[in-house]
């Protein structure tokens, strides 16, 4: 599976951005999607995943409505809608897939760069 993370880029506090995950080389629908960021220095945290399904998990900072994950089967793409974000929200924001509901994730992509001055 190749994953293409996109739509980083640097906005001020308050501002928006959405990401996208572009996978191929498995059926999209049957794919778990998860976003993960890493901020300079510190470990890798989740930030939201979706099933199959269309089940949705979030971390407790993206569970305060400010991030938001879908996915679009049509177009083999997730996304990730990032709005009122804060400077702390600066990190390198990956996607990542899994094949089963209750597994690791397994593909990773490349990440894109989120940065966000005050």
């Known amino acids: 599976v190749q994953l293409q993370a996109s739509g980083g880029g640097s906005v001020r506090a308050g501002g928006s951005l959405r990401l996208s995950c572009a996978a191929e080389?498995?059926?999209?629908?049957?794919?778990?999607i998860g976003w993960f960021r890493q901020a300079p220095g510190k470990e890798r945290e989740f930030v939201a995943g979706?099933?199959?399904?269309?089940?949705?998990?979030h971390s407790e900072d993206s569970d305060k409505g400010r991030f938001t994950i879908s996915r679009d089967n049509a177009k083999n793409t997730a996304y990730l809608q990032m709005n009122s974000l804060k400077p702390e929200d600066t990190a390198n924001y990956y996607c990542?897939?899994?094949?089963?509901?209750?597994?690791?994730?397994?593909?990773w992509g490349q990440g894109t760069l989120v940065t966000v001055s005050s």
């Open positions: 979706i099933s199959r399904g269309g089940t949705v998990t």
């Open positions: 080389g498995h059926p999209f629908s049957r794919l778990g």
């Open positions: 990542a897939v899994k094949m089963i509901l209750t597994g690791p994730y397994v593909y």
